[in-house]
């Protein structure tokens, strides 16, 4: 499966969405994913990539892990896969 | 000073997974003890406990609420529910703000403890999930009763090892009391039985491995159970204002400190707190005739109370009757106290007095009417529940017939 599919999917199960429904250009307070929604998708993204994301709950703007939308996000897990493995 | 009922009840335990079954099984002296099904059980020496079985938490929680409910809050709020729809309550505006939430635990989310060093210590895992700590800590199932019950007053968890859950309905009688608080969900929760939890009582020697015998000349020791009780305890006239059905008065409490040891109880720590709820519900030592005992099915513990409430009641102690329903449920630690309370609610609501059963073999130094392995009607007007903690920390609770 595509590093694409498997965020999206995570991303799909916090928000409660059929995968089908979370777009590239879908920010994750549009799909309704919260603070603690976001936090746990970066814990299942780093379960399933075996990856580290630099990502501090306190300034999530800041962090270099780009959050602004599903798009961003499958953009950093690519390259942290590839910078990780 | 205000007056305080209790207008609801709710549990979930080793005897049943509500109230109704729970007095049913207390009443046929059903022993809720067996063999414990835990990860590594091969490895504990002890291999009983008053397990909660049949339960799925999947059939009550959805996913989400699951990576945030310990199995303890998980208890807590199905105890809560059943408690708040009893008393047909709900809270919103000026009865939200004056209404609270204090439960007693020992352990809190202790499975998730113990789940998450083995991920990190023994399986090597460098990432845990992010809700551990939010999950874990000692006041999650209040806060998640205040939550999801939109109780917005005084709302804390109280931890005193074995009695917290005595000592938090003492707070939430005394809120409500003293004016502070209109209604206030009460009671306590405990889920100890996982492989650590049940290795550190180990350690201490104290534990059967076969029953939970008090009184009885043959015990051996304790047995942990799991579980919660949750009460609505409720200002009087604002529950007969609302013609609430009122299971019981909360007459008295009181507790003390032993101020001497931090595992062996003291009779006069104990005596001091039984004769203050005696005193502080303004009842003479002949109106009780029946008190839940602390009764943990230990030598220390037994005789010592035995002993205490024998110089508090003279030649009463000979009249009342009292038993350990440990026997039948194991020892809830933070929350034994609250089912406990049930015991007495049926003593006074029902005219059945619980009793002690595995009692084999009477000892000369529990020579009191501890109604040995079958249920007896009786009529009772005022009931004490006793609770000695370790660390010498006493609380008792009075209650009287509504």
């Given at each position: ?6 965020v999206i999917e995570i991303i799909a199960e916090q928000a409660l969405l059929a995968p089908s429904d979370v777009t590239r250009?879908a920010t994750l307070a549009e799909l309704g994913v919260d603070s603690l929604g976001l936090v746990e998708s970066?814990?299942a ?22 959050i602004?939308t599903v798009?961003?996000i ?12 | ?61 959805n996913r989400q ?338």
């Open positions: 499966m595509s590093i694409e599919r498997q250009d970066i814990f993204i780093e379960e399933a990539f075996d990856i580290s994301v630099p990502f501090n709950a306190n300034e999530p703007e800041a962090s270099e892990f780009d602004s798009g961003s499958v953009d950093a897990v690519e390259q942290l896969v590839k910078e990780q493995k | 000073m205000k007056r305080v009922v209790i207008t609801g009840a709710g549990t979930i335990n080793a005897l049943g997974h509500n109230v109704p079954t729970t007095l049913q099984a207390m009443q046929d002296g059903v022993c809720g003890i067996g063999p414990l099904d835990i990860r590594d059980v091969d490895r504990l020496s002890v291999k009983i406990g008053g397990q909660v079985t049949g339960y799925d938490e999947a059939a009550h929680f609420q699951i990576s945030l409910y310990d199995r303890f809050t998980q208890f807590t709020l199905l105890a809560a529910k059943q408690a708040i729809d009893a008393a047909g309550l709900s809270f919103s505006g000026d009865l939200a703000d004056r209404s609270g939430v204090v439960l007693g635990t020992s352990g809190g989310g202790l499975n998730t403890q113990d789940e998450n060093y083995r991920a990190v210590y023994e399986e090597g895992k460098n990432r845990v999930h992010p809700f551990i700590v939010p999950k874990l800590m000692n006041n999650a199932a209040a806060s998640h009763v205040s939550m999801q019950y939109n109780l917005r007053g005084p709302t804390f968890t109280v931890a005193t090892a074995c009695a917290s859950s005595n000592h938090a309905m003492g707070q939430a009688f005394a809120l409500i009391r003293s004016g502070m608080a209109d209604v206030m969900v009460t009671g306590g929760s405990e889920s100890m039985l996982c492989f650590g939890g049940v290795k550190a009582w180990e350690g201490l020697r104290v534990m059967s491995k076969d029953a939970c015998r008090p009184f009885s000349a043959t015990r051996n020791g304790m047995v942990q159970g799991e579980g919660a009780g949750v009460f609505v305890f409720e200002e009087r006239d604002h529950a007969l204002k609302r013609g609430a059905e009122i299971l019981a008065e909360v007459a008295g409490f009181a507790m003390s400190s032993d101020a001497s040891d931090i595992v062996m109880p003291s009779k006069q720590g104990a005596a001091r707190a039984i004769a203050g709820a005696l005193k502080d519900a303004r009842l003479a030592p002949s109106d009780v005739g029946y008190i839940n005992a602390h009764g943990t099915g230990t030598a220390a513990n037994d005789k010592t109370e035995c002993a205490a409430v024998a110089d508090v009641f003279g030649a009463h102690a000979d009249r009342l009757m009292m038993s350990s329903t440990k026997s039948m449920h194991g020892h809830l630690i933070g929350g034994t106290g609250a089912v406990e309370l049930l015991a007495c609610i049926m003593a006074l609501r029902d005219g059945i007095v619980a009793p002690t059963i595995g009692y084999e073999e009477p000892d000369p130094e529990c020579a009191l009417d501890v109604v040995p392995n079958t249920a007896r009607e009786a009529t009772v007007t005022a009931t004490l529940s006793n609770a000695f903690a370790f660390g010498g920390l006493n609380a008792v609770i009075a209650l009287t017939a509504a």
